[in-house]
């Protein structure tokens, strides 16, 4: 004849509190560690670990909104990426130009300077004499940067520049107009 195992709780009748020390002791959350994922980077480790394992945890807060601020200028980006595939359907843009100008929303004046050769022989610039016309606007860019060197005479026309770059570009004989 087999016996069944002595229940644990038959032991514990009459207990006042079955084994689990003071009567305070098991009163509510607190006895947890917490609700929920509270402690999960102290002392519920352990459950962080397996649950991270398993990619069931995520820990913080996900996503967020755009200020509308950033939104706009996110549009001014899409805006010139546009513009610039346009012109690389149409054929006025080579490949390297293209990916060049697509990588940012703004340009600065030594790029500029760089490329602007490239640019008057597919016709996004101009050429008289020694100086360069180009309007930056039809292009798509709406602001004109002062990083880099500028060794050629050019007339940028754009909505904004900075001051150093018409600095530069004044200082190698040119001029910014700025609308």
Avoid: C
């Amino acid at each position: 004849m087999i016996l069944m195992p002595k229940k644990k709780v038959k032991k514990f009748r009459g207990s006042r509190t079955f084994g689990w020390g003071s009567h305070k002791n098991r009163r509510g959350r607190g006895n947890r560690g917490g609700a929920g994922n509270a402690g999960v980077h102290k002392h519920k480790y352990i459950k962080f670990v397996k649950l991270a394992k398993k990619g069931e945890y995520l820990f913080g807060k996900h996503g967020f909104t755009r200020p509308k601020i950033l939104r706009k200028d996110y549009l001014n980006v899409q805006a010139v990426k546009e513009t610039l595939r346009w012109l690389k359907e149409e054929g006025k843009l080579d490949d390297y130009t293209y990916r060049y100008l697509y990588s940012r929303p703004e340009l600065n004046a030594g790029d500029l300077d760089e490329i602007i050769d490239r640019l008057a022989s597919l016709g996004l610039a101009e050429k008289e004499g020694d100086v360069y016309r180009i309007d930056l606007a039809e292009l798509g860019y709406s602001k004109l940067l002062g990083s880099g060197k500028v060794t050629r005479k050019m007339e940028v026309k754009v909505f904004e520049a900075t001051p150093k770059a018409v600095e530069k570009i004044e200082a190698a004989g040119g001029k910014v107009v700025a609308e």
